[in-house]
């Protein structure tokens, strides 16, 4: 008897469906970057979660709360056994608001119903292999809906991530408003505490 669950990709059909839409009429999160880069980058990067190589759009990945955008970045070396961060990557991350007025057309992945109609379940957005997520982010990003944005649940807190779209109208509508150096909140400082994390 097999003990493997079946992979769900999005069917060939995918672009002829419904996918379900919700119009907010406005809409902010945070992000953590380097100092030097600009808070509102859009890219296209192999490694991560969504960005799928044939993307015809770039990607920015925010969340709600710090403690979400600090897993999200420093998980991984969170998980490992000896439970270390760069202390150079650390020093040189800074928080910001990204904010808009501009209503938002998204597609909320967070949401039971939404992933049921998708005939989408948890485990391949959270899958290590990247190529199913975004196999998923693709075929919402190609939708002929053309959504500016979707939300996700972090894999590591388990509350709300999003992901902003290049879409040309939202883009332009994008403000920021720097928080602060991660070092200098007392957020972050807990955060190491907490989680007994070394700076090395």
Known sequence: MSTSRPIRLPAEDFHKKPLPIKVVSSFKALRLHGTTRPAIEFRRVPSHRFSHPDSPISLIYLADDL????????GDAILNPNSVIS??????????????KAKLRLCDLTDLKT???????????????LTIPQAWGLAIVNHPEKVDAFHFTSRFTGKRCTVLLDRKRIASALKTKPIAPLTDLKESGNFLEANEIALV
């Open 115 to 129: 992933r049921t109609s998708l005939k989408l379940d948890l485990s391949a957005l959270k899958h290590t292999d």
């Open 87 to 100: 202390r150079s990557i650390w020093m040189s991350r800074q928080v910001s608001e990204i904010h808009t």
């Open 67 to 74: 403690e979400t955008c600090l897993w999200e970045t420093f």
